[in-house]
């Protein structure tokens, strides 16, 4: 990707911006953020993607809902079975166009329909608490509004772009991950609304990967009186194979045991577990080394142990570090802030989003573009109302410069 130097706005530019107005995203944000669309609540989300569907129709492209894909899950008592998901929003612009780009975000939260945090509250005169309204329907507002704004540059006539909004990001995208490859397969760049790193607006630079993994230990059943040694415990196996895993941590690999399932009655030796564990390598190497130490201690437990163990899932966002096409994006990104007077900065994180997705693919990406706030995933969520219009300037800027606009 070429290098972008810094200038001020141009009259053009002034004027593709002139228009964005953040009482508009305001607006958009609270009644979105009014729908509980917790990954589960199946129904919240359809009432979502509807209303997200009307608003994108305003967009020169087609609108539709893609099918979630089937995603295997592993029950408490080791069983297996599929876990439904709503359906993702993809709009389509241009899609025979020569240069096309990659937008990105979610509608679901970590709110499920129980949660009690439901509504929106202001915390002072610029600043809103609620669900959702930084991780990320500030987000899709901005998203949105950008490209409003970029639509009326001369130089979107020239490009396309996909935009994809899922309903599983916060569960890991399993649903949505077959349909994130299609979508950037080819892309120039892509754009994804997850909220600033800090509340700052910092963008997050490279991130770690993720894999989340279950395993299924099947041991035998005794008495735990009469003939406690014919039995082989499963859970005690589960617990050598969490000391194991938690062992492999170290710089570069985060390794976190998390849950342990199985058992019945006190006295009846356990012949089934279930144990859950989330790893966070640094690198592509860093997650190789973890898949050949993973197998070397299941081996070792199921001879120590006499059980047998089934390993189930594996990365899910693979690792993505900051390579020189998505340097230039960032550095587009920060020019593109200077002449906007925002003073725009990166950082690596241990967190994952789409953006590792998208990046595996070699397309460069910067996937914080979204408003700036905090507390994210928690009762304390909040939004900075006045990064909802700032950011879409900055989006619709990028896109409009990427474009080879002047």
Known sequence: MQQFSARELSGSEQALLARIEGAALLSQVLAWSAINTGTRNLSGLA????????????????????????????????????????????????????????????MDTVFPASDPFQTATWLDEVTLNGPGVADMKGGIAVML??????????????????????????????????????????????????????????????????GNYSAVITGTSAHAGRNPDDGRNAIVAAADLALRLKALHRAGLSVNPARIDGGSANNVVPDKAVLRWNIRPASTEDAQGFAVALGQAVTEVERVHGVAIHVHGGISRPPKPLTPPAQALFHLVRTCGAALGQT????????????????????????????????????????IVPSLAERAALSALVLHRLSGGE
Not at 51 to 75: H, I, K, N, R, S
Not at 362 to 373: E, F, I, L, S, Y
Request: overall charge negative; some cysteine.
């Open 145 to 210: 509004a950008a490209l409003l704004a970029f639509e009326r540059s001369p130089a979107a006539a020239q490009v396309g772009y996909d935009v994809m909004i899922n309903a599983d990001e916060e569960t890991g995208s399993l649903s949505s991950a077959p349909l994130i490859a299609r979508l950037a397969a080819g892309k120039a760049a892509a754009l994804t609304y997850e909220p600033s790193a800090l509340p700052d607006g910092t963008l997050a630079g490279a991130r770690a990967g993720s």
């Open 47 to 106: 009432a979502q993607a509807g209303l997200l569907a009307d608003a994108f129709a305003a967009l020169p492209g087609t609108v539709q809902l893609e099918p979630p894909a089937p995603v295997e899950t592993v029950g408490p008592d080791g069983t297996l079975g599929l876990l439904d998901h709503g359906a993702h929003l993809v709009v389509r612009v241009r899609p025979d166009a020569p240069r096309r780009y990659l937008l990105t975000g979610h």
């Open 344 to 383: 725009i900065g990166w950082k690596d994180t241990g967190g994952v989003c789409d953006g590792n997705n998208i990046a595996a693919l070699g397309v460069p990406v910067v996937d914080t573009m979204g408003v700036r706030g905090g507390s994210i995933h928690s009762p304390q969520e909040f939004l």
